[in-house]
């Protein structure tokens, strides 16, 4: 990732995105400051003083008692959380966090942990953990010093359209997918979620740069417009420019609401149509008798 990095990178880069994943280590967040791999990047950021690093990475943190509903017991007295997250890098001391918050059920976690908690074993079988990770309720919009912000999506979270918006609500002017696809394999499944990531950027308007690890990188204009994408299974950077879009369509404003109101309209016409054929069939029926 670094020479990658290093091949497109200048003392005017703005911003790196590395994709899900891309560190390989877990990282304790109770010692963030400490951490190996932190302290590599941040050494490798001075070449760069201007950049931000937006990448993908797995986290861990401690507690002295269950302070989740996902908190698991370390052995030793205390607990923890693991977390799929996403961090934003820079020179300084400033880290900002986010943790996944749509989680792929079956993989990594169960749905209502609380109740289903001893189904956790058979998450392994479906090719996930072994526990259920922690999540964030809200989505976290990673600023920067002139208050560009950067919606730090993760992977399966960038097929749910009304679920980005509120990046968009809470002042993001760019959308960075940081997505691991390789557990798709060579076939529509990777594709497929690229173009997902098209239709974030028509409904928010706003620039989208996507950044896989096995999958298709590439860069999403506000019109959904593909272009600089990389082949599968080949390592590449790209390098391009982004316009700070700001605003919000109708879409970031309402979401779903016009689907939503569709859904119910159709329930109604449905139960309509079922009372209104019973009560017709009983009239018929006491005709024929009379």
């Known amino acids: 990732m670094f020479t990658l990095s290093s091949q497109q990178s200048d003392s005017s880069t703005d911003y790196i995105a590395w994709p899900e994943t891309a560190i390989p280590q877990g990282v304790l967040l109770n010692n ?9 990047i941040k050494k490798f950021l001075h070449a760069y003083p201007k950049s931000k690093l937006v990448t993908g990475f797995s986290s861990y ?3 002295d008692s269950q302070q989740t509903i996902t908190a698991r017991e370390d052995g030793q007295g205390g607990f923890y959380d693991a977390f799929n997250s996403a961090i934003q890098l820079d020179t300084s001391v400033n ?6 918050s749509k989680l792929v059920v079956g993989v990594e976690c169960v749905p209502y942990p609380g109740l289903f908690k001893y189904l956790e074993p058979l998450l392994v079988q479906f090719g996930g953990i072994s526990v259920s990770l922690g999540k964030q309720e809200h989505r976290s ?7 560009t912000g950067v919606a730090p999506v993760i992977c399966y979270e960038s097929i749910f359209g009304d679920y980005c918006t509120e990046y968009i609500r809470r002042g993001a ?3 960075f997918i940081l997505t691991n696809d390789g557990w798709w394999g060579n076939t529509a499944g990777h594709i497929q979620h690229e173009r997902y990531a098209a239709l974030r950027a028509i409904e928010t308007r706003r620039f989208v740069i ?3 690890n096995t999958g298709t990188s590439c860069v999403i204009n506000s019109r959904g417009e593909i272009s600089n994408e990389t082949e599968y299974w080949k390592p590449a950077a790209i390098r391009t420019e982004l316009p700070v879009l700001k605003g919000e369509t109708f879409y970031v404003k309402y ?8 859904l119910g309209f159709s329930a109604l016409l449905l139960i309509s149509t079922f009372f209104y054929n019973k009560k017709n069939g009983v ?3 006491n005709s024929e008798r009379n």
């Open 141 to 147: 919009v990673f600023y920067s010093d002139d208050s």
């Open 61 to 63: 943190k401690y507690y």
């Open 32 to 40: 963030l400051e400490n951490d190996p791999s932190i302290k590599k």
């Open 283 to 285: 009239t018929e029926l």
């Open 255 to 262: 979401g779903d609401y016009i689907a939503q109101f569709a």
């Open 210 to 212: 996507r950044s896989a």
């Open 173 to 175: 002017n760019f959308i």
């Open 95 to 100: 880290e900002q966090i986010y943790h996944k």
